[in-house]
């Protein structure tokens, strides 16, 4: 029997931690309270200097329509196969957003020339923007063509790991002065749900009708003002809590991961002196896996808290005990059980592969488990399934080893919160005798 002990660092793991935002690990970061809504359209130049910011595992990207699709039918899909692969190239996996437009960012010419209808009038307040009508059938069959293609290309692609729902208003958040009847937004929220099957989707929490449809037909849910501590009337005080009650959605993080993003940076919640505490406790109570600070730097008398924070969002995998008999038979079952602690507040949301390796100086073999990790929710987990040693195992002393895998490579992919992790990825746990014979 063996207990490993503990760590307490910050682990940088699948799916889960600080993302960047419209660049990759490494990159410069923006300056003050600033930052950028337009994607990265080419390889971004790396900084002179190293910056201060956490390693990331999610790159967050997110595109407007007339930037991906400026001729109609002609979508500049090597724009998001560039970003995949700097993400990969960055040891980080892809979330991203198609949006149709936003303040600054006109829906593409061609669309507003297409005889689609509009929904504001020359007197409008806001007349100096194209405001679409969402009912109008044009926009479904243009927006909705440009999300299929998407899904048909990248559905399930190893190096994408979330994508938005993105359907009305600016940033296709969900809300607008122009707001369709909601089946009409059903039907927009349809498409993604047809067009990506096995990547992740986040349901934007603006609008609660579609909060609950896109969540209670598998999605996660994200929002965009975590922070948000203004007077008289606080989105953390007031809306957010209360719309999380009202529409059911406090247990979907037990299947879907829930992504949040700051309202401003870190910096301007400090310059308006909001409450660091309470804002990321709120975050960790609704079970965050994920959190875009928007590629900006944390203020530095915050360090404690956002490094606390990071060991506690997401998933935290301990090891507390292990135990096996110190001598088997080649095709014997190791009467391996283990004891581990989810110390995060969510579960891992792929289909990681637990297993466990025999390795001598000549040889070794990996041997895989049955274990449904998206089932270990914060707390213990016992598994002590039978797992053999294989029959043609050569006799000897063999190191016994622990590793969480990536369910694609079938490498090492997780960080477990106990110390020994090996160059490879394993983690040794002690020896076993192999004999043969009957």
């Known amino acids: 029997m063996v207990r490993p002990v503990e760590t307490q660092e910050i682990l940088v793991n699948p799916g889960m931690g600080i993302q960047t935002f419209q660049r990759y690990n490494g990159d410069a970061l923006n300056s003050g309270v600033k930052w950028s809504e337009e994607g990265p359209v080419d390889k ?44 990969r190239r960055h040891g980080q996996r892809l979330a991203i957003r198609l949006m149709p437009y936003d303040p600054d960012h006109p829906l593409p010419k061609w669309y507003r ?14 007349a100096n923007i194209w405001q679409p009508d969402f009912s109008d059938p044009l926009y479904f069959k243009y927006w909705s063509a440009l999300v299929t293609e998407a899904g048909r290309r990248y559905d399930g692609h190893p190096d994408l790991d979330s994508v938005d729902i993105s359907t009305v208003g600016y940033w296709g958040e969900g809300w607008s002065d122009y707001m369709p009847e909601f089946p009409v937004q059903k039907k927009l929220i349809d498409v993604y749900l047809k067009a990506f099957r096995k990547t ?9 009708d579609a909060l609950v449809y896109g969540t209670s037909h598998g ?7 975590l922070g ?11 809306q957010y809590p209360e719309e999380i009650a009202e529409t059911g959605i406090q247990d979907v993080w037990r299947t879907a991961p829930v992504s949040l993003e700051t309202c401003g940076v870190p910096e301007s919640w400090f310059r308006a002196g909001w409450g660091v505490r309470y804002i990321l406790g709120e975050a960790l109570r609704w079970h965050v896996s994920t959190v875009n600070v928007k590629s900006s730097a944390i203020p530095k008398t915050w360090k404690t808290e956002f490094d606390d924070f990071q060991r506690k969002m997401g998933y935290r995998f301990a090891l507390r005990r292990a135990e096996w008999q110190d001598q088997i038979r080649a095709g014997e079952a190791l009467h391996l059980k283990t004891w581990w602690v989810n110390e995060g507040v969510a579960p891992i949301y792929r289909p990681f592969v637990l297993a466990f390796r025999l390795s001598s100086p000549d040889h070794f073999t990996v041997i895989r488990t049955d274990a449904d990790l998206r089932k270990w929710l914060p707390g213990d987990a016992v598994f002590e399934d039978p797992v053999f040693a294989p029959g043609d195992l050569s006799a000897g002393d063999y190191q016994l080893s622990v590793g969480i895998l990536d369910p694609t490579t079938l490498q ?26 009957p």
């Open 44 to 87: 971004l130049r790396s900084p002179a200097e190293s910056v201060d910011f956490p390693q990331s595992s999610v790159a967050y990207c997110r595109w407007h329509w007339a930037t991906l699709e400026p001729e109609q039918g002609k979508i500049r899909w090597e724009i998001i196969d560039l970003a995949l692969a700097e993400a």
């Open 113 to 126: 020339e297409s005889g689609a209808r509009h929904a504001n009038s020359a007197s409008a307040k806001d």
């Open 200 to 208: 992740p989707l986040l349901m934007n929490f603006d609008q609660p």
């Open 219 to 225: 999605a996660g849910w994200r929002l965009d003002c």
């Open 228 to 238: 948000d501590m203004k007077k008289p009337e606080s989105e953390m005080l007031d």
């Open 412 to 437: 090492p992919a997780v960080r477990l919160a106990i110390e020994g992790r090996g160059e490879d990825g394993w983690y040794p746990l002690g020896m076993i005798r192999v004999n043969q014979g």
